[in-house]
């Protein structure tokens, strides 16, 4: 059940990129650009997943070593929770950038890299994304 659910978040997320990185101006992209449809929706899948996953209560966040333990003992479950989070919050990411972009009237083109920075490398794609405002005279630290 873990796999099969895993896929169909990982699948749908997928869809999800490509119509607001390529069709970012259509109605359901627009929905799911303004308002965190998709990470609401895996959320629930989040949740479900991390129900399922023994000892994570007890897992130590404060050192490195911690952090290595908890990959070392992952499950199906605690792996499919954590890519979920990640999903989650660079799929938000990237709708805020979008959100910010079309604010400030920058072209769709010029973030397409960001965002793909952002879903294969998380933070990497804020910093392209900070360029990039830089570039057009729009960063957001100016406002």
Same mark, same amino acid.
């Given at each position: 059940m873990t796999s099969l659910l895993f896929n169909l978040c990982n699948t749908g997320v997928l869809f999800a990129w490509f119509l607001i990185l390529f069709l970012p101006r259509i109605r359901i992209s627009k929905a799911l650009i303004s308002f965190p449809w998709v990470p609401?929706? @895996?959320? #629930? =899948?989040? @949740?479900? #997943? =991390?129900?399922?996953?023994e000892g994570f209560m007890e897992a130590d966040f404060t050192s490195l070593e911690g952090i290595l333990l908890l990959f070392q003992q992952a499950t199906l479950s605690s792996a499919a929770a954590g890519w979920l989070h990640y999903l989650g919050f660079d799929f938000w990411v990237a709708c805020w950038m979008i959100q910010y972009s079309q604010k400030h009237q920058i072209p769709h083109y010029a973030i397409v890299l960001p965002m793909l920075a952002t879903f294969m490398l998380g933070p990497t794609g804020v910093l392209l994304f900070s360029i990039v405002l830089l570039i057009y005279k729009k960063p957001f630290w100016r406002l």
């Open positions: 609401l929706f @895996l959320s #629930f =899948f989040y @949740l479900y #997943f =991390f129900t399922q996953t």
